[in-house]
């Protein structure tokens, strides 16, 4: 097998696969095995009928179908995590700002704001009786003006009543946590007649894109997740303009992911619901049915969830619980991407910069795979020496490519020459690195996360800003240049078996990926241009021992 086609080859998957990522979104995945199509409504385990059907709304934007109560307060929470603010009228969430994360890098940008204020019945955490109609919007009376945890205070609770004209009082009791993003909510619906009452009970979120996404980002997953049935289901915006989704099973959890922050819902019990999913790319309305039920006379009814509206942090998530850890998904890679999350942080416990972290994670993994890279670069050097002999044999017998093959495997044998030794090294390393690509691509820890002087942000490209607005760069990218740079000579002192034109082509990959790199994270830029370096580092001690 030729060497240059084998490691060509290499090199045209490698691109396909980053520019696959580059310029597309990533895929959506299906159902999980099992479950019923989208748009097919049909009786979930544990319920007694069929859910009802979802009220209609706009593909656009989401609409009011309630008159604003004037008189409803709102109740203000505040921890040492968060600061939310909760409606009166219908209960749900008008504000919910993080205050360990900013919404951009400046210092003065404000707090990260998961629930941007919209009219009450457009909040998220809604419930209601009649499936997410959102038909009646009760008024809440809280107990309590507000609450204020601190430090030296664990929990506290916030009991909303609401009565309704059929008889039905709803009691809502909110658990807040001073140490975690978990909120408890329970609702008592309980019915005062002398008969029984039939209800659709349902709890609904509406939800809208966090934030401009960073350009390095902006073409990951953004838009519903759940984790039903054992598997993660993340459906895009694009699909739920066309259609509502209906998703069915054991949900335990559901709400709305971007790359760094999700908003979801959690519910107690392990009973098989409906979930309904609609909306568009500018906002996602998620209703959770428990099925028609019938409320006895006198009788009282509990619907228990818990909620999750934080950071989309692996160490946060996996200790809180719930399989909350599954919407950090690194896809193909993920078996090997969180091992390497983990080595970023614990580098970064130490070095206290993430910048530090990456160039000793990219170090560590240089080591691993050195003596295996070792033996593959001194493949290709022999190769190199074999040159002259293998076009004299190609030359020869040019008109006899059998006969070609077979001189060429002896004179292989002869030297004890392995044709694709110098490709094989480079097939296994390709995992560990699309791993650790992914998880600099999209760990939260890396957001506005400063390395040295210009590199301010490792989530997003790098820039040095020189005082004029350039077109499309907005600044000068250095550390992009000086890994094109670098692959350049990675590349001149790499031995090659191509002849003179295959050589020259194989000059334009260090451009190809200067200028695929250049709106990457800093993060991934700095990664890259630390192989390449410990690379000719190898490359020079090689070329060395060849001369010596």
């Known amino acids: 097998m030729d060497l240059y086609r084998a490691f060509l080859a290499i090199v045209l998957s490698f691109l396909i696969l980053v520019g ?107 419930f209601s009786l009649d499936n997410g109609g959102a038909a009646t919007l009760p008024t809440f009376k809280a107990d309590k003006a507000g609450i204020s945890l601190t430090a030296q205070q664990d929990t506290a609770t916030l009991v909303m009543t609401a009565s309704l004209a059929d008889g039905i009082k709803i009691v809502r009791t909110l658990t807040f946590h001073n140490d975690n993003y978990l909120i408890g909510v329970e609702y008592k619906v309980e019915n005062l007649t002398d008969k029984p009452l039939p209800i659709s009970p349902a709890l609904s979120l509406f939800n809208e894109p966090f934030g401009q996404a960073s350009e390095s980002s902006s073409y990951l997953f953004a838009g519903s997740a759940a984790y039903i049935n054992g598997a993660l289901v993340e459906t895009k915006g694009k699909k739920l303009s066309e259609a509502p989704v209906i998703l069915q099973g054991k949900v335990s959890w559901i709400g709305f992911v971007d790359n760094y922050f999700m908003t979801s819902v959690i519910p107690v019990n392990g009973n098989a619901r409906t979930v309904t999913l609609q909306g568009s790319e500018k906002y996602v309305q998620t209703v959770i049915s428990e099925g028609l039920q019938t409320l006895p006379a006198q009788g009282s009814q509990v619907f228990d969830y818990k909620l999750y509206f934080g950071p989309k942090k692996l160490q946060i998530l996996q200790a809180t619980g719930h399989e909350l850890a599954k919407a950090v998904d690194f896809g193909w890679f993920d078996v090997l991407a969180k091992p390497m999350l983990w080595l970023l942080n614990f580098f970064h416990q130490y070095s206290g910069n993430y910048g530090l972290a990456i160039i000793l994670v990219t170090v560590l993994i240089k080591l691993v795979f050195w003596p295996i890279t070792q033996k593959g670069m001194k493949s290709m050097k022999n190769m190199q020496k074999l040159q002259p002999k293998v076009a004299k044999i190609r030359e020869k017998y040019k008109d006899d490519p059998a006969t070609m093959n077979q001189e060429m495997m002896a004179l292989y044998k002869t030297y004890k020459v392995n044709p694709v030794g110098g490709c094989l090294p480079m097939v296994i390393q390709i995992p560990f690195f699309f791993a650790l690509y992914q998880v600099l691509l999209a760990a939260i820890e890396l957001r506005h996360a400063p390395f040295m002087l210009w590199i301010n942000d490792l989530s997003a490209p790098d820039r040095l800003w020189i005082g004029v607005d350039l077109p499309y760069l907005h600044g000068i990218p250095i550390l992009t240049l000086l890994m094109g740079a670098s692959m350049y000579l990675q590349q001149k002192m790499t031995p090659t078996t191509a002849d003179p034109t295959q050589a020259r082509v194989m000059q334009f990959l260090p451009v190809i990926f200067t200028f695929m790199f250049i709106n990457f994270a800093s993060g991934l830029v700095l990664y890259w241009f630390i192989n390449n370096l410990l690379s000719i580092l190898q490359q020079q001690l090689i070329n060395r021992q060849s001369k010596a």
């Open 20 to 126: 696959y990522q580059y310029f597309f979104a990533k895929p959506v995945q299906q159902q999980p095995a099992g479950a019923p199509q989208a748009q097919q409504v049909s009786e979930a385990p544990g319920n007694k009928t069929a859910p009802l059907p979802v009220a209609a709304a706009s593909a656009t934007k989401p609409q009011s179908l309630v008159a604003v109560d004037p008189k409803a307060k709102d109740i203000t929470i505040d921890t040492p995590l968060y600061t939310a603010v909760i409606k009166e009228q219908g209960g749900g969430f008008k504000s919910f700002v993080l205050k360990q994360y900013r919404t951009k890098m400046e210092k003065d940008s404000g707090p990260m704001q998961l629930v941007p204020g919209k009219e009450p019945a457009n909040l998220p955490v809604l």
